[in-house]
């Protein structure tokens, strides 16, 4: 794990090192997700939260084909629509 020194603005501006932005693909900026835990922030690219998230939905699903009608008829199932 590298560490690196950012510095937050009083006005809540939150300031990287272009060695950190580059090595994670936002040398041009970009969105990103903040993950609070306790004192605990945790600043990750949005491309990272998304791949993250479709593996655990990989994993959960386990091979089975589900499409989008599947969820639809399954959550009008359980509202009574």
Not at 15 to 32: C, H, I, T, Y
Not at 41 to 68: C, F, N
Request: proline letters at 1%; hydrophobic letters at 40%; glycine letters at 10%.
């Amino acid at each position: 794990m590298n560490v690196y020194r950012g510095r937050v603005t009083e006005s809540g501006r939150l300031s990287l090192p272009a060695d950190v932005r580059r090595l994670v693909g936002l040398e041009n900026g970009g969105d990103v997700v903040i993950e609070l835990d306790g004192q605990t922030i945790r600043v990750r690219t949005v491309a990272e939260v998304v791949a993250d998230t479709q593996a655990l939905a990989k994993r959960l699903l386990a091979g089975r084909t589900v499409s989008v009608d599947d969820f639809l008829a399954h959550r009008r199932a359980d509202t009574g629509e």
